[in-house]
């Protein structure tokens, strides 16, 4: 897997401050995305040790209330595999932090063909111009969910997510 960037103290993805990994590769083209740049999945750098020592040193603040997967798209194809152990490895190290994850794909794409086990959080769906509203939190378009997975997962239906 490639990434883009590993940032920390990031307040515009998710509840809290977080640290987020911007991973390389999307499908999904949407027409206005803001990181074109983050489409292809050879893009970056490698996703090596050193990174993941990174960003989980980034985690293990206590100032940071979890991780937001980003892109890119973290379940292009070539990333699933690598994310999901990823989220695996936080909540088994360190259960107190919240995972986000955001993808272009739609909860009916995902929730049946990936592990969601680990993410506390899913954004869904693809950046829709004509829907774009700056004043919605944590999301570029009106279409996108904020979906509560454990939930969702246990009544077999999309349940948004209600900040505590
Ligand atoms: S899913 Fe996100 S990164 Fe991919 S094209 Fe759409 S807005 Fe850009």
């Not at 991780?67 to 909540?91: M, Q, Y």
């Not at 995902?110 to 769906?125: P, S």
Request: proline share 3%.
């Amino acid at each position: 897997m490639n990434y883009h960037n590993i940032t920390k103290d990031d307040m515009l993805n998710g509840e809290g401050l977080r640290v987020v990994l911007w991973t390389a590769g999307c499908t999904h083209c949407c027409d206005g995305c803001q990181n074109p740049q983050t489409w292809d999945v050879a893009g970056g750098l490698e996703f090596d040790k050193n990174a993941e020592n990174e960003l989980f040193e980034a985690l293990n603040q206590d100032h940071i209330s979890g991780i937001t997967f980003s892109g890119g798209d973290p379940l292009h194809p070539f990333n699933r595999d690598e994310v999901i152990r990823l989220a695996k490895k936080a909540k088994e190290m360190l259960p107190s932090k919240n995972v986000w994850l955001y993808t272009g794909f739609l909860w009916e794409d995902v929730k049946d063909c990936v592990d969601l086990t680990n993410i506390d959080v899913l954004v869904d769906g693809e950046f829709q111009k004509e829907l774009n509203d700056n004043n919605l939190h944590w999301v570029g378009s009106s279409n996108q969910r904020i979906i509560d997975v454990q939930k969702s997962l246990k009544e077999n239906k999309v349940i948004e997510y209600c900040k505590p």
